[in-house]
């Protein structure tokens, strides 16, 4: 499966098709609308903390291009389009009455892509957390499960009479990991465990959601984390030891409070969670499927006895990797492994899998003049979706494949030095140009219609 042909692609029969981004890597528009202040302005401002000192702007300027966006999805022929919705858009401060600019830009775009025939797949919370929330504890603080809450109810009362599938939270493992306990990522704080109130006010806020959006009719919510396959860098018993460890606090302390009503033992990380009475049920009511983000694999060894965490993350031997580096190996069979692993351990608890995003970056010129031979997309692609198709065969209820991402865009921390898109976008005219791997994955959706 290494040519990136349709045919040699091994595809599950009855896979829905997605493509997503993310408001603010993708909209741009930061002053208009009296959109709020996030987390994410306040990183970017901060010199060094982006890689090439870039802001989000205009980037793809999908605030005002949004049309050029769904003309892109009607060619893919996608089922859906995972976008996510940014709450300082419609509640520019975390609190009080929405922003009717803000909601009136979110229900254009909703009704523009029903008319398209593609079904919008919201996000509601993609990292942009209000600053002013931030500055009174954030995602450490249990009341910001409250605002989100009410947050929700703000949009769900303006789209949920057309929009009936949700995701909830997305990826709050990185949320509370990189933004919270090492700071790679907004808000920059570095706490190390300390961070762990982070998980369990997302998980509750995520359980509060639920609620909300089932009042409004939704058909289906779940929340998306990223995980990864957990393997340790030798045989060694410590290296196992931090492998498990590095395991508890990135795949199962956010799947099972969600998927089984509780946490994992956290005692050989010397912590509790702040759960309240009452919480766990509130987190672990029934989702209508379980979202998983997968990029690559990761190999874990013990620290040193001196370190502040007891395991480190380490290069993977003797495979190939993406324009991220080593630590981003690709092995699509990890992805199976993955799958298989969670339909075993959770059973009965685990609901239908949707990928709600999988893909690579390499290096790509900032600007071109046609499209680019992305063959190694295509193979990564490739690989991948028939690692899900081993998943299903194995008896894995995988219902959605989603790529990440449909447009180059704003990539965190990193600025615009990485490049995700199907669709290349020069980052100071928005201009897109479809890629190679548009044209496979279009022609891979239709191949299996």
Known sequence: MTDGSTRSTSVPTGLRWSAATAAFQVEGARAADDRGRSIWDDFVDEPGRVRDGSTAEPGPDSYHRSADDI???????????????????????????????????????????LDAGITPFPTLYHWDLPSVLEAGGGWLDRDTADRFAAYVELVSAALGDRVKHWYTINEPVSTSLQGYAIGELAPGRQLLFGCLPTVHHQLLAHGRAVEVLRAHGADAVGLVNNHTWVRPGSDSEADHTAAHLYDLIHNRLFAEPVLMGEYPDLAPLGA???????????????SDFYGVNFYNPTTIAAAHDDAPVPFVPVPTADVEHTGFGELWPIEPDAL???????????????????????????????????????QRRIDYLAGHIGAVADAVSRGVDVEEYTVWSLLDNFEWADGFTQRFGLVHVDHQSSQRTPKASFGWYRDLIASTR
């Not at 060619?75 to 975390?94: A, E, M, T």
């Not at 009717?100 to 009704?111: N, T």
């Not at 799958?339 to 900032?366: C, H, M, Q, T, W």
């Open 272 to 286: 509790e969670m702040p759960v309240q009475d009452g919480d766990l049920a509130v987190i672990s009511a029934a």
């Open 336 to 374: 199976t492994k993955f799958l298989v692993d969670a339909k075993e351990r959770y059973a009965a608890a685990l609901p239908p899998i949707i990928i709600g995003e999988n893909g690579a970056s390499f290096p790509e010129p900032d600007h071109v003049a046609g499209p680019i031979d992305d």
């Open 71 to 113: 003309a892109l999805l009607r060619d893919l022929g996608v089922d859906r389009y995972r976008f996510s919705i940014s709450w300082v858009r419609v509640q520019p401060d975390g609190t009080g009455a929405a922003s009717a600019a803000g909601l009136s830009y979110y229900d254009r775009l909703v009704d523009d892509l």
